[in-house]
T-cell receptor, first 117, second 112 residues
Framework: AQSVTQPDIHITVSEGASLELRCNYS??????LFWYVQSPGQGLQLLLK??????LVQGIKGFEAEFKRSQSSFNLRKPSVHWSDAAEYFC???????????????FGQGTILTVHP | ETGVTQTPRHLVMGMTNKKSLKCEQH?????MYWYKQSAKKPLELMFV???????ENNSVPSRFSPECPNSSHLFLHLHTLQPEDSALYLC???????????FGPGTRLLVL
């Protein structure tokens, strides 16, 4: 069965500093990987996705993530954090539900990002 | 209106009440999902509907009853809930396998 681990429950950074959120996955086949962001009391917003091809993927709001198969990782990065980036971030691995026409997501526990001015 | 919408956004109900949550997707997707998000717990997939047919029920108690009249609408009927059912209920939709899911804003449910 697939699983996703986000080792950091809570990260604090200063505004303008760089950010890296870690994500490790376990999945037997080619993974389909996603990062989502959730502001308090809101739904999840898709930041970026990796299906195949270039292992460095760009997303919205200046985020990027790098897929490293050898390390089973899909870490999220941003070169300069803004106060509005404070939120909870979820990494997810997508699977095809038994060859059907829909997929399922397995989420990590989430990482809460606090941004200090 | 675009994306995935959910109503109501907030709901307070007693344990003997009956209420329904509504989700509507305007994306032309074929699959719709209900998730439960509780504090300090990972997202729990509750139900999946694909082309209006229920394909997954992850051991959800019968006090939660989903309904999918068409590919654009999804309901979650609630009755005789328990306080531990208080959570954020999220609806999502997707199109095809290996595609991202798009989420609604959620319904914050409080059971007294």
């Amino acid at each position: 069965a697939q699983s996703v681990t986000q080792p950091d429950i809570h990260i604090t950074v200063s505004e303008g500093a760089s950010l890296e959120l870690r994500c490790n996955y376990s999945y037997g086949a080619t993974p389909y990987l996603f990062w989502y962001v959730q502001s308090p009391g809101q739904g999840l917003q898709l930041l970026l996705k990796y299906f195949s091809g270039d292992t460095l993927v760009q997303g919205i709001k200046g985020f990027e993530a790098e897929f490293k198969r050898s390390q089973s990782s899909f870490n999220l990065r941003k070169p300069s954090v803004h106060w509005s980036d404070a939120a909870e971030y979820f990494c997810a691995v997508g699977t095809n539900a038994g060859g059907t026409s829909y997929g399922k997501l397995t989420f990590g526990q989430g990482t809460i990002l606090t941004v200090h001015p | 209106e675009t994306g995935v919408t959910q109503t109501p956004r907030h709901l307070v109900m007693g344990m003997t009440n009956k209420k329904s949550l509504k989700c509507e997707q305007h994306l032309g997707h074929n699959a719709m999902y209900w998730y439960k998000q509780s504090a300090k717990k990972p997202l729990e997939l509750m139900f999946v509907y694909n082309f209006k047919e229920q394909t997954e029920n992850n051991s959800v108690p019968s006090r939660f009853s989903p309904e999918c009249p068409n590919s654009s609408h999804l309901f979650l009927h609630l009755h005789t809930l328990q306080p531990e059912d208080s959570a954020l209920y999220l609806c999502a939709s997707s199109h095809g396998a290996h595609r991202p899911q798009y989420f609604g804003p959620g319904t914050r449910l409080l059971v007294l």
